[in-house]
């Protein structure tokens, strides 16, 4: 069996959805390949034959090994202005060698104006035509190589982003075309999305053996007949990074993913994709997540921890301070009362607390209740301010145009950021996009948005007038022109953005 993380998704940190399924698989002694092909292509389009036509290019090619081994180190990340160039230089021998197929790509994101990742049919068609993707010729290579070598039964593809949508429909056609005979299987969070939305029917039937929804651990294993008692759905797998090539990734030393949940614990926000799913909370106890982070960090020895938890729940924040990992972490936690608390941050910091991703989303409080975030905009602002003093950097995300807000809580937004600027050290904003199954479909006018049969979400008639085109302008025009939003957007490390901001935190690297 080989596990296939497909491009395109930032190539900074080894895929904890295929480290998840192998360490089930080795738990269950199948015998398994791991693929980082995102990793591998893109560094195949950037060390390729040179495709320069202009000076930028031409001076990028030039300096790419000296770019990727300096984002490979921590000095670069203390000299923002050194890091800026090198991530655009390796970024435009991405953009340039795939501009030869007319694909828009960059180190974060894939986009054919010819195709749409939302379309099934744009889907079947890029696995018709796998020779018009830019990563053909190595994945072409690589794949044959690896199934002579070795020649697998099941080729499992895990499918987190939309940007890895048409890549991996290419290489499916591709393996499809080349060896009939292998059973090919789809999951990971951008399919369990799919497969969720009702009435959705599988469009893939006839390129694809079977769509997984949720964890994939048990469908994997029960391909290989191991099922009922002896792999359930709710145990829980170690993941296992060994086969991943952890030296190669666009970070200063490994970066460690873990997931202690699944779900999230509130579930209550209106605007929140989780919550329109229903998918359940499900979390591991706090001494199990101890427990593996001691043998991950023994087996990986990283530099960084990230949690992928929706949110990380108050009682790990607790069993970290208890048992700190020895390692810098950082995760999206809630504004509580907890670090409201300037002690428990600071036992937070100490336990390797480097940052914390934020869901403020508004600065009014009216649309905050709206929205059932459960945030006090007064508890909120002391969290930042102990935060800061405990020297745990905060980032912190917003989100605009919720039917509930218009320019006036819109303007208070912007207002509660520059007040508290100095406690605000990288800023993520969004626009409200409207999930075509959540609660607040059905109290809206809904019309179309993006076409196309795979679609997540829908437009709608905003109640108050307040669009997606004058939400942008207001952005645009009006916030990211203050000079203190500036101060602040200024710091967010291009197109790595929050997977790089903690290295420029952390003040000594153990790399
Ligand atoms: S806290 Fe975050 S993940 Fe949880 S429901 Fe709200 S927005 Fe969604």
């Known amino acids: 069996m080989i596990l296939i993380h497909p491009p395109v998704a930032k190539p900074c940190e080894p895929p904890g959805g295929i480290a998840k399924l192998a360490g089930a698989l080795k738990r269950h002694g199948v015998k398994h390949a791991v693929l980082d092909a995102n990793l591998e292509g893109l560094l195949s389009l950037i060390q390729g034959p040179s495709t320069a036509s202009d000076r930028w290019t031409a001076r990028a090619f030039r300096n790419r090994h000296q770019h990727l081994k300096a984002l490979r180190e921590s000095s670069i990340y203390r000299t923002p202005d050194r890091y800026r160039r090198a991530v655009a230089d390796i970024n435009r021998l991405a953009e340039m060698a795939a501009r030869q197929k007319s694909i828009l790509l960059s180190l974060a994101n894939y986009q054919d104006p010819a195709l749409s990742a939302l379309r099934s049919t744009d889907l079947l068609r890029a696995s018709r035509h796998p020779e018009h993707n830019p990563f053909y010729p190595y994945f072409k290579s690589r794949l044959e190589s690896l199934f002579e070598k070795e020649p697998p039964q099941v080729v499992g593809f895990s499918v987190n982003y939309l940007s890895q949508a048409l890549c991996t429909f290419a290489m499916l056609g591709f393996i499809r075309r080349q060896w009939p005979e292998l059973t090919l299987v789809l999951g990971g969070g951008l399919i369990t999305s799919w497969m ?63 997931s202690a949940s699944t779900g999230c614990y509130w579930n209550r926000c209106r605007f929140c994709p989780e919550n329109a799913e229903g998918n359940p909370y499900v979390a591991l106890p706090a001494e199990r997540v101890i ?118 809580e819109a303007r208070a937004t912007l207002d509660f950021t520059v007040r508290h600027s100095d406690t605000i050290d990288f800023l993520n904003l969004a626009i409200f996009n409207l999930p075509l199954c959540g609660q607040q479909t059905r109290q809206l006018e809904t019309q179309m948005l993006y076409e196309g049969d795979l679609s997540l979400y829908t437009g709608f008639r905003h109640p108050k007038g307040w669009d997606r085109g004058s939400v942008r302008q207001f952005l645009e025009k009006e916030f990211k022109r203050h000079p203190a939003v500036r101060r602040i957007l200024i710091q967010d490390p291009p197109l790595f953005t929050s997977n790089h901001a903690p290295f420029f935190k952390i003040n000594s690297l153990a790399v």
């Open 196 to 258: 969720q939305q009702p009435g959705r029917q599988n469009p893939f039937e006839d390129l694809v053996d079977h769509l997984v929804a949720g964890p994939g651990e048990e469908a994997l294993l029960a391909l290989r007949g191991i099922d009922g008692d002896q792999a359930s759905a709710a145990e829980h797998y170690r993941p296992d990074y060994n086969r991943l090539p952890q030296k190669d990734y666009l970070a200063p030393g490994t970066i460690l993913p873990y």
């Open 291 to 408: 427990a593996d982070l001691k043998v991950l960090v023994d087996q990986t020895r990283p530099s960084l921890i990230h949690f992928l938890d929706n949110a990380v729940s108050p009682s790990l924040m607790e069993a970290l301070v208890q048992q700190p990992p020895g390692i810098e972490w950082y995760g999206f936690a809630r504004i509580s009362r907890r670090l409201a608390d300037l002690d428990f941050c600071t036992a937070l910091q100490r336990s390797g607390c480097v940052m914390l991703k934020v869901g403020l989303e508004s600065g009014a409080q009216t649309v905050l209740d709206a929205e059932q975030k459960g945030i006090d905009l007064e508890l909120a602002a002391r969290a930042l301010r102990n935060l800061k003093k405990a020297g745990i950097a905060a980032y912190v995300y917003l989100l605009f145009g919720t039917p509930s807000e218009t320019i006036t």
